[in-house]
């Protein structure tokens, strides 16, 4: 069983419209989740974190946590062609350790 | 404050050949993480560094290598390059406390074995 699943997509998604990214984990101690954009060439940039069941807002941007489905999720409101990248689920412990990322899944916000 | 730096950017070599990439973390940082990245594959982790030690490896072969100098910057050494050693190498920082924020990723090193 994979560390991280998440849906490769790609998703496609009308501009100004919500998108939804799903994620489960399959280690039950882990304690910090995050969500990484990455756009095509470049490095992951760090968006949310979250580490408490439900939800965490930061502008248009959405994090849900479900500790007992081992279930995190990112929404992104009124979304906008400059969200087109691959997102990228990961999580790691509560101390400094190493992160663990999911494969990643592509979006498209389509104008 | 300057990101997380590496180098060079760019890297060719020959199947066979030893690779050296270069790190250096955000200020104040003491942990730094390696990562690859071939294409269209996830982020796989190498190697983790704190205060010089290493604390944990990914699951690569031995050929793989690394150090965490005292001043907290790291490289990583690939000895006897394969083919499928071409990708994306990305370094990480990130404080040593507790509370794990999340890692800042530098710009990464990308290596092509011809």
């Known amino acids: 069983q994979k560390e991280v699943e998440q849906n490769s997509g790609p998703l496609s998604v009308p501009e100004g419209a919500i998108a939804s990214l799903n994620c489960t984990y399959s280690?039950?101690?882990?304690?910090?989740f995050f969500w990484y954009r990455q756009y095509s060439g470049k490095s992951p940039e760090l968006i949310m974190s979250?580490?408490?069941?439900g939800d965490k807002e930061d502008g248009r941007f959405t994090a849900q946590l479900n500790k007992a489905s081992q279930y995190v999720s990112l929404l992104i409101r009124d979304s906008q062609p400059s969200d087109s990248a691959t997102y990228l689920c990961?999580?790691?412990?509560?101390?400094?350790?190493?992160?663990?990322f999911g494969s990643g899944t592509r979006l498209s916000i389509r104008p | 404050e300057a990101g997380v730096t590496q180098s060079p950017t760019h890297l060719i070599k020959t199947r066979g050949q030893q690779a050296t990439l270069r790190c250096s973390p955000i200020?104040?940082?003491?942990?730094v993480y390696w990562y690859q990245q071939a294409l269209g594959l996830g982020l796989q982790f190498l190697l983790w560094?704190?205060?010089?030690?290493?604390?944990n490896r990914g699951n690569f072969p031995p050929r793989f290598s690394g150090r965490q100098f005292p001043n907290y910057s790291s490289e990583l050494n690939v000895n006897a390059l394969e083919l499928e050693d071409s990708a994306l190498y990305l370094c990480?920082?990130?404080?040593?406390?507790?509370?794990?924020?999340?890692?800042?990723f530098g710009s990464g090193t990308r290596l092509t074995v011809v």
């Open positions: 560094y704190d205060e010089g030690e290493e604390r």
């Open positions: 990961a999580w790691g412990y509560s101390s400094a350790s190493k992160i663990i």
């Open positions: 200020s104040g940082h003491t942990s």
């Open positions: 990480a920082s990130s404080p040593r406390v507790t509370s794990f924020g999340g890692y800042t």
């Open positions: 280690d039950r101690g882990s304690q910090s």
């Open positions: 979250i580490y408490s069941n």
